[in-house]
């Protein structure tokens, strides 16, 4: 049980852990085993709230007595208790105002019941709206290990506009659809993507990034809004199901199609009432290309990094910086060349972020990337020292080792994707003891084969007490689990990483799961 499902308002907050309350606390929570994450306090019981800020962690026998008459007594009967997840990487502001119109198809197991939801959501969908598959799924996850065709999905919806986007590298829409954003074969290709033609010359519905996915966004971005109280509403349904898997504070790294301050406005609505159940800090993301630095010089005036309070603040710039230094992670698509104006681009709007003091975060998929977004950082820094603001790579999945120490003389992160980085991706500080863990874990060599040895020794050991020469399954599962367990604890104990993850021959079907659980 995350704690976070019961009281997420507490877990918004955060304050130091005191032996004892010193008011009686709104809220007590006892007879659980919370993982405090607190070396010198890891195996508390009871814990207590105040004003949603926890007052104390510790024992039941001294927290239960500090209850008032209006306290709220809750025995957890000795469930788990974890703190709150933190996602540093969201879109939730901008996907908040549109979660209540998407279908969602995560974890569906075939295509026939993808095919069937899609054919009741377009019935149950009044006009103008329409359906959106927004990512999330893969064609590997379904039975039939297919997508559905532009046949089947002007079947089940001929009429509702239907737009379906799979990972970051196509989409499929109705005939509907296409009315409704208006491309028809007088439509050119924006750059970097693809409207796929019929033998006519006119649009079939599929929509491919090549491997710019701006024609996906852009087309989604077409779709009708929702009117403002049912925008409110979609954010809760958002921000409850990210409570339901225990995330509890999120960083919100801004998105295309997403203005600031305009399309802010719901999300400081609920701020102001009260009704965020994550923790929210949001960078502001350039909007237009060309007008960058405007914008950036615009904002400045307007909010500062950490203007706000516990539940909603100001973060800084990111992840788009400049348009000419955005690359895409479309492995299947031969590597973007960044334009030669990358360089001239950046460098000004990295002066005025370091003059205002505004942390950032580029978006930043291939070293070759990174690689020239340093020498730029580097550049600046020699005439206008960073002095300690922080900033990071986002992304960062073919990241080398110099770029690595690069960064590091920079005293600053990169917040790689582990299952598609570097292999020997290693822990490394500055002389200052600035350090930047980027460790990875990959059980499906060292950690399966431990456990797999153990698990065939420790059977073993019981068919022949037991005389059997059938190995007890329950038993199987439960000493895996057991070997698991303790080879993650030495991992988590060490730090030590074991075997290596997939390389870039990695094949599609790993490519395409770990896009669909990115985009989800």
């Known amino acids: 049980l995350g704690l976070a499902g019961m009281a997420p308002a507490a877990f918004a907050r955060s304050s130091p852990m005191t032996a004892a309350p010193t008011a009686s606390p709104d809220l007590i929570l006892h007879g659980g085993r919370f993982t405090t994450l607190d070396r010198a306090n890891p195996n508390a019981d009871a814990a207590a709230v105040k004003d949603g800020v926890f007052t104390a962690v510790g024992s039941a026998r001294e927290i239960i007595p500090t209850a008032g008459p209006q306290t709220r007594i809750i025995d957890l009967g000795g469930r788990r208790v974890v703190p709150g997840l933190i996602d540093s990487h969201t879109h939730v502001i901008r996907g908040g105002l549109n979660y209540n119109m998407e279908l969602r198809w995560d974890g569906v197991p075939s295509l026939a019941d993808a095919m069937a939801m899609l054919k009741t959501q377009a ?55 296409l009315r409704a954003v208006g491309y028809t074969k007088d439509t050119p290709n924006p750059p970097g993507g693809e409207i ?37 509403n979609s954010t809760r349904h958002f921000m409850r199901e990210l409570n339901r898997l225990g995330v509890t504070s999120v960083i919100d790294a801004g998105g295309g199609f997403q ?43 307007q909010v500062r990094p ?10 800084g710039a990111g992840e788009m910086l400049v348009y000419s230094a955005a690359d895409f992670e479309d492995f ?55 002095d300690g603001l922080h900033w990071f790579f986002d992304h960062a999945e073919t990241i080398s080792d110099q770029s690595i120490d690069r960064i590091a ?56 007490v037991t005389r059997s020469g059938v190995p007890d399954p329950s038993l199987m599962v439960l000493l895996t689990a057991i070997v698991m367990g303790l080879v993650n604890t030495f991992r988590d104990q060490t730090g030590f990483s074991f075997g290596g993850t997939a390389d870039s021959n990695a094949t599609a079907i790993a490519r395409d799961e770990l896009a669909a659980r990115r985009q989800s």
């Open 196 to 232: 796929q033609r019929d033998a006519a010359g006119e649009p079939t519905g599929m929509l491919i990034a090549q491997p710019n996915a701006m024609i996906l966004y852009s087309t989604l971005a077409k779709g009708p809004k929702l009117p403002e109280e049912y925008q409110l």
């Open 409 to 464: 003389a920079l005293e600053a992160q990169a917040a790689a994707r582990t299952e598609t980085s570097r292999a020997n991706a290693r822990a490394f500080a500055t002389p200052e003891s600035w350090s930047l863990r980027m460790r990875q874990v990959s059980f499906t060599q060292w950690g399966l084969g431990i456990a797999a040895l153990a698990v065939a020794i420790l059977t073993a050991v019981q068919m022949i």
């Open 123 to 177: 019935a149950n969908t009044p006009p103008p709206q329409w359906v959106r598959v927004v990512g999330g799924f893969t064609r590997h996850q379904f039975a039939e290990k297919r997508l559905p065709t532009l046949d089947e999905i002007n079947a089940a919806a001929p009429e509702t506009p239907v737009f379906i986007l799979h990972l970051y590298d196509r989409a499929l829409l109705n005939r509907a659809a």
């Open 306 to 315: 950490g203007q706000g309070d516990d539940y909603y603040r100001h973060n």
């Open 332 to 386: 299947r698509q031969p590597r973007p060349d960044m334009p030669a104006n990358m360089e001239t681009d950046l460098e000004p709007v990295i002066r005025q972020l370091v003059e205002q003091r505004w942390p950032w975060r580029l978006h930043a998929t291939y070293n070759e990337t990174i690689d020239r977004a340093l020498d730029v950082y580097e550049k600046v820094n020699r005439d206008m020292p960073f």
């Open 259 to 301: 203005n600031y301050p305009d399309d802010y406005e719901i999300i400081e609505k609920l701020h102001e009432d009260g009704q965020l159940t994550v923790r929210l800090a949001y960078n502001l993301f350039t909007q237009k290309p060309k007008e960058e630095l405007n914008d950036f010089k615009t904002w400045g005036k």
